[in-house]
């Protein structure tokens, strides 16, 4: 059985929202597995515990750049919030978003080996990373970027450093602008439910298929009638339904006027959205938690060692 620490505990509260118990005795049951704890809650908790997605995990900026209908969104990460404000680094993430949309690399090393010159370092923007790293104090490296150059006009949005979006479209500008807003502040997987990935729709037929048990369970237990397994099915069928329109753009209620939806707000404005492409700074990532009373510990038995 895997040690369950508080800060395992706050981890996972964090991710979660949960309370701190309905977190410790998840990790104790999932034997310490995040992911698998995760699961767990939202089967207890329902939608209650559904927040990881959107938490930010690790420190960096995501930056965009635009000239016509060519673009370039990216993400650069770094260890600590505080180098998210200096002006070396958020040059350096600038001046790469720039150099993606001109120069189109196939990939992070092309990328790297563009020429560029920055706070006497250089010739390559790689040579600039290095040499801010050691200037700075601290790693910073180019996560991902995406470049956008299909022929669609282009919007974007970034709502501080830490998300961005660029939405391709044709219509009405400040729709599109809009629809940008929208997607970063609630964050949909795909434009339709017909285009939510499978492994997605998936892993929320399991959650309620799961959930469905704990209530047949809990029913039983209490000596209550359990409902059929045709009544069953369609509650889990309702729920994934339920959830398809929650994480689909087109379904989801315009965040500016919740009377209508996202796909009848553009259609009253003549606007095509093609597709959206959002960053949310250290999504998918592990942010190191450190573990400060764990440390001083350990220091003090290192000092009571004899030399």
């Given at each position: ?120 370092f250089g010739p ?37 450093t830490r998300i ?144």
């Open positions: 059985m895997a040690a369950i620490s508080a800060s395992m505990v706050a981890e996972l509260r964090g991710k979660t929202d949960a309370p701190m118990m309905e977190c410790k005795r998840a990790l104790t049951e999932a034997d310490g597995d995040m992911a698998k704890a995760e699961e767990l809650l939202r089967v207890k908790l329902g939608s209650k515990a559904g927040k990881a997605a959107g938490r930010i995990t690790a420190e960096g900026v995501v930056t965009c750049s635009i000239e016509g209908d060519v673009g370039a969104l990216l993400e650069v990460n770094c260890e600590t919030d505080f180098v998210t404000k200096n002006d070396s680094f958020l040059a350096l993430a600038n001046a790469a978003a720039q150099l993606i949309a001109k120069n189109n690399p196939a990939d992070l090393a092309a990328l790297g080996a563009l020429p560029y010159a920055q706070d006497g390559t923007l790689e040579d600039v990373r290095k040499g801010l790293i050691g200037k700075i104090g601290e790693n910073m490296s180019f996560r991902r970027f995406k470049r956008f150059a299909s022929g669609s006009k282009l919007a974007h949005y970034l709502h501080g961005g979006v660029v939405v391709e479209f044709e219509g009405d500008p400040t729709a599109a602008k809009d629809v940008a807003m929208h997607v970063a502040a609630m964050k949909p997987v795909a434009l339709s439910s017909a285009e939510v990935p499978a492994d997605l729709v998936a892993r929320e037929r399991s959650v309620a298929a799961a959930k469905a048990a704990d209530d047949a369970a809990t029913a039983t237990a209490a000596g209550k009638p359990v409902q059929s397994a045709e009544i069953v099915a369609k509650r889990i069928e309702g729920g994934v339904q339920k959830y398809l329109k929650e994480v689909s753009l087109f379904n989801q209620s315009f965040v500016k006027n919740d009377k209508q939806t996202v796909e009848q707000m553009l259609k009253a404005t003549g606007t095509t959205v093609k597709a959206f492409t959002l960053y949310v700074v250290g999504e998918g990532l592990e942010k190191k938690v450190d573990d400060f009373a764990a440390e001083v510990a350990a220091q003090v038995a290192a000092a009571k060692q004899p030399v």
